[in-house]
């Protein structure tokens, strides 16, 4: 199995930066894809961004030219900085973990998420 740990999280202003880390340990050769999901109150889990192992990103919309992926194989962590948050991406955030092309098959591991709260 793969174990991803978030952290990072906590409060902040309106127009600040939090970075985000994802710890992978066991089976990290199955991690050829990770991700960033997030749950804002009362809503679903929405995808954020992911990253391959060779570094290529995808975002979401929403996000593009705030927020960026990025990834430290020997470290088996993946990061996300935020920039110029806003109350909006106040949510639960998720790290996640595929071993194949996630935009095909999807991802199969999940950390247990940490919070962030924007203020106004």
């Known amino acids: 199995q793969v174990q991803l740990v978030e952290s990072g999280g906590g409060l902040v202003q309106a127009g600040g930066s939090l970075r985000l880390s994802c710890a992978a340990s066991?089976?990290?050769?199955?991690?050829?894809?990770m991700g960033w999901f997030r749950q804002p109150p009362g809503k679903e889990r929405e995808f954020v961004g992911g990253?391959?192992?060779?570094?290529?990103?995808s975002y979401a919309d929403f996000v593009k030219g705030r927020f960026t992926i990025s990834r430290d194989n020997a470290k088996s962590t993946v990061y996300l900085q935020m920039n110029s948050l806003k109350p909006e991406d106040t949510a639960v955030y998720y790290c996640?973990?595929?071993?194949?092309?996630?935009?095909?098959?999807?991802?199969?591991?999940w950390g247990q998420g940490t919070q962030v709260t924007v203020s106004s």
């Open positions: 990253i391959s192992w060779s570094g290529r990103t």
């Open positions: 996640a973990a595929g071993k194949d092309d996630a935009a095909t098959y999807g991802f199969q591991y």
């Open positions: 066991g089976r990290t050769f199955s991690t050829n894809s």
